[in-house]
């Protein structure tokens, strides 16, 4: 537990104004790592437990900082009753849970997702790999 002093929090120690205090620092701080942790080099779902192609290149900060996307729920979204919800989204799960989640999901489904996902936009705004090998690279380990 760390503890922080009058002077930072600007409450005094003993004050039960400190719980929320803390809580706001618990926050503040599970979500700069939320946005490290997202800073991974591959997309390796653990739903293909036996992948048929080399795993797909994908530096999550730096692609996403290039390509200007701004908005988590871009890509971790969440819907309710068929329509995406603006204000959810669900960093920290990954897409099998949830697209892979029905009995009548298969890994086909799953692949046709990612797929739909990263190529469709790389379609639409005709900028990054639209090729298996450009995606799917072999000595990018
Ligand atoms: C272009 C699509 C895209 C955008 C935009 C995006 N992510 Fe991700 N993110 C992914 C993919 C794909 C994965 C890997 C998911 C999987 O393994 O199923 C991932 C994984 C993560 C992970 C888990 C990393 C790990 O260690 O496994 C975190 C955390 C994360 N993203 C946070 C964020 C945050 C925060 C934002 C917004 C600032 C964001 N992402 C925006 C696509 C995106
Ligand atoms: C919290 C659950 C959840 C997570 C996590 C999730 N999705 Fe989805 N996704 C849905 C739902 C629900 C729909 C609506 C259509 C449907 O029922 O399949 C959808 C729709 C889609 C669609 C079709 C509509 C569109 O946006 O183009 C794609 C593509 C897609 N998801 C890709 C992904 C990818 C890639 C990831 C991981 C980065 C992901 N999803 C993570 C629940 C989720
Ligand atoms: C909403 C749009 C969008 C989505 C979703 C998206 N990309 Fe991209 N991607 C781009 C754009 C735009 C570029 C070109 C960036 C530049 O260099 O200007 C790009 C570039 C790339 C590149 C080239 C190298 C780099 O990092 O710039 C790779 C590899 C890539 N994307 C992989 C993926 C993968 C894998 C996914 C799915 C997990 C994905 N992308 C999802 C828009 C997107
Ligand atoms: C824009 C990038 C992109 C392109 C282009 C692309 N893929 Fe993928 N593909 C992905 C991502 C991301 C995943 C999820 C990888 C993971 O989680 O391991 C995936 C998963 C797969 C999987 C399931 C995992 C495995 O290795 O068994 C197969 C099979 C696959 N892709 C085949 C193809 C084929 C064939 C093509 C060309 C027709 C292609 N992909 C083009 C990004 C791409």
Known sequence: MVVY???ETGVETKHLLMLPAIGLVILALSVIAAYS???IPFVKDSAFENPRRPPVAFYHDEHNE???LLECNGCH???ENGKKLESSASVGMECSQCHLASENNSAIDLIRVYHL???GCHLKKNAGPILCGQCHQKNDN
């Open 77 to 79: 979204h969440v819907y």
């Open 37 to 39: 942790q997202g800073d």
């Open 5 to 7: 002093s009058e002077k």
């Open 66 to 68: 290039k390509a200007g």
């Open 117 to 119: 996902q990263c190529r």
